[in-house]
C-alpha cells in the first residue's frame, strides 16, 4: 500500500521529497502501525549526521570556486592543453570538466558553471548548439565521480563506508569516464572534418604541463620528505607557501585551483582531517584564493553565494530526510526483504545481480534526483549485494555513476534543463542531442562494473 500511495502522488506532480514523506504519514495515519512522532524522529535523525556536515561545506566550496572567476582560468588551461587537437573545443570541454570536478562534487554545479562558459565559446566557434549540449551534458557526470563528491558523502553515511576510500575509488573510474568521451570527440571530428581551435603553441602548451607537473609532483615531494623525517604539519605549511610564492612568481594558469582535490584527499587519506574537515578545509581555500589572492570575490558576491548555499543544502537535506522515513518504512513494512529474497531466489551470480541492479538504478534516475534515489537504494539493495560478495566501495561507485546518467534524461533530468536553458533548444531536442553521448557513458558504466580490479586498487593501497 505504502508503494501505491507513493506512486499516485508523485503521478500528481507533487516534488519527490514531498510525495515520499507525504506517503508515509498518509500510511502511518492510515494503518495506524506507527505513532505520528515516529515520522518526525526518524526524518530528523535520517540527517543527524556529522558526517552530512560535509554536504553544506562542498556546496559551498564548490559555488564560491564558480563565483571567484576559477571557472575561466580553467578554461584557460585546458584550451593551451588540447585545444589544439582535432574537435578541439570539445576536448576543452571534457578537460575542463575533469578539473573543475576536482572542485565542485556535484554534476549540476559543473553544468551551470563551466556549461555556461563552454557552450558560449563552441557556439561562436561555429559547433552546433546540438553538440556543445551534447558534450557539455556528458562532461557534467564526472563531477561526482572524481573527488569531492556529495553523492559519494551520502553513500558512504548510508553505507557505513569510508569516504576517503569512495574519493580514492572515484578517480580513475572519472579518468576512464573522460578518455571515452574524448575519444567521441575525436570520431565527431573525424566524421565531420574539424580541425584544431586554437593553433599548437609549444609555450603555452609546456606551461599547462609544467602546472600539471607541479599539481602532481608536490604532493610526492611533501611525502618524500615526511618519509625521511620532517615534521608533516609544518613541511605542508612551508609548501603551501612555496606554492604561493612560485605562483607569484610564474603567473600560473590554474595551479592553486587544482590543488583543491589534492589538499582534500591528501589529508583525508592521511589521517590530517576527516571528509567533514576536508570540506570545511575547502571553503577555506576557496576564500583564500577569492579574496586575499585573486581577489575575485567581494563581500556582495559571497553574501549572495551563502544564501545560494542555504538555499540548495536546505533542499538537499529536506530530500535526505524525507528518503530516510521512506527507507525506513520500507524496511519496517518488509519491503526491502521480499526484495532480497526474490533476486536471492531469482540468482546468486553477482554478474547477474549487477545487470539488473544497473538496469533498476538507471530507471529511477530517470525518476528521482540522486540524492533521493541513493537514500531509497541502499537500504534494498547494499545487503543483496553484500550477500553476493560485493565490495560496497565498487557498488557505491556503480550506484553514483548510474544516476548520474539519470541527470542526463526526462523526465526529472536537471542537467538536461539546464543545457536546454544555456542553449535555448527545446528539452525534446536537447534530448536527442545527449543521446550519442550515452555511448560512452554505458560502456564506461560496464567496464566499471564488470573490471573493479582496474580501479579498487587505488583505495586499498590507503584503507
Known amino acids: 500500500m505504502l508503494k501505491i500511495i507513493f506512486l499516485f502522488l508523485m503521478s500528481g506532480g507533487l516534488p519527490v521529497a514531498i510525495a515520499m514523506a507525504g506517503s508515509v504519514i498518509i500510511y502511518a495515519l492510515w494503518t495506524g502501525s506507527v505513532p505520528a512522532f515516529v515520522v518526525i524522529h526518524r526524518m530528523i535523525s535520517g540527517i543527524d549526521s556529522f558526517p552530512l556536515l560535509a554536504v553544506p561545506f562542498f556546496i559551498l566550496a564548490g559555488n564560491l570556486m564558480n563565483n571567484a572567476g576559477i571557472t575561466n582560468r580553467i578554461f584557460s588551461l585546458a584550451l593551451a592543453l588540447v585545444g589544439w587537437l582535432k574537435g578541439g573545443l570539445g576536448h576543452v570541454n571534457i578537460m575542463a570538466s575533469v578539473i573543475f570536478s576536482g572542485m565542485s562534487g556535484t554534476a549540476i554545479a559543473d553544468a551551470a558553471g563551466l556549461g555556461t562558459i563552454e557552450i558560449k565559446a563552441m557556439k561562436e566557434q561555429g559547433y552546433s ?13 564526472l563531477g561526482p565521480i572524481i573527488p569531492p563528491s556529495l553523492p559519494f558523502v551520502i553513500y558512504a553515511m548510508l553505507a557505513n563506508v569510508s569516504v576517503g576510500s569512495l574519493f580514492l575509488a572515484g578517480i580513475v573510474p572519472g579518468l576512464l569516464l573522460a578518455l571515452m568521451m574524448m575519444a567521441a570527440v575525436s570520431f565527431f571530428a573525424w566524421r565531420n572534418g574539424w580541425g584544431g581551435d586554437v593553433k599548437f603553441h609549444a609555450g603555452r602548451f609546456g606551461k599547462a604541463i609544467s602546472e600539471f607537473a607541479v599539481v602532481i609532483g608536490w604532493p610526492i615531494a611533501i611525502w618524500l620528505l615526511v618519509q625521511a623525517g620532517a615534521p608533516p604539519r609544518i613541511t605542508v605549511f612551508a609548501g603551501l607557501i612555496l606554492l604561493f610564492v612560485a605562483d607569484r612568481i610564474f603567473r600560473f594558469h590554474a595551479v592553486l585551483p587544482i590543488m583543491t582535490p589534492v589538499l582534500l584527499v591528501g589529508g583525508m587519506t592521511t589521517g590530517l582531517f576527516t571528509p567533514t574537515e576536508g570540506a570545511i578545509a575547502a571553503c577555506l581555500w576557496a576564500m583564500v584564493l577569492g579574496f586575499f589572492w585573486y581577489r575575485t570575490l567581494s563581500f556582495k558576491v559571497f ?21 530516510s522515513i521512506f ?9 526491502t526483504a521480499a526484495i532480497a529474497a526474490w533476486v536471492l531466489g531469482f540468482t546468486h551470480e553477482a554478474w547477474t545481480f549487477f545487470l539488473l541492479a544497473n538496469l533498476l538504478m538507471l530507471f529511477v534516475g530517470c525518476f528521482l534526483e540522486p540524492t533521493a534515489a541513493i537514500t531509497i537504494l541502499v537500504p534494498i539493495l547494499l545487503p543483496i549485494a553484500q550477500q553476493l ?18 541527470l542526463l534524461t526526462p523526465p526529472v533530468g536537471l542537467v538536461l534543463f539546464i543545457m536546454a536553458r544555456i542553449t535555448g533548444m527545446s528539452v525534446e531536442r536537447t534530448t536527442v542531442a545527449i543521446l550519442p553521448w550515452f555511448v560512452p557513458l554505458l560502456l564506461s558504466l560496464a567496464i566499471i562494473t564488470y573490471f573493479p580490479g582496474l580501479f579498487m586498487w587505488l583505495p586499498r593501497m590507503f584503507y
Do not use: Q, R, Y
Not at 548555499?309 to 524525507?322: G, N
Open 327 to 335: 527507507a525506513w518504512m520500507l524496511t519496517a513494512t518488509g519491503v
Open 389 to 406: 560478495g560485493i565490495d560496497p566501495i565498487h557498488f557505491g561507485l556503480v550506484m553514483v555513476l548510474n544516476l548520474m546518467i539519470g
Open 129 to 141: 548548439s546540438e553538440f556543445a549540449a551534447g558534450v557539455t551534458a556528458a562532461s557534467a557526470t
Open 303 to 323: 553574501t549572495k553565494v551563502c544564501l545560494e548555499t542555504v538555499e540548495t543544502t536546505a533542499t538537499v537535506l529536506f530530500i535526505v530526510a524525507a528518503s
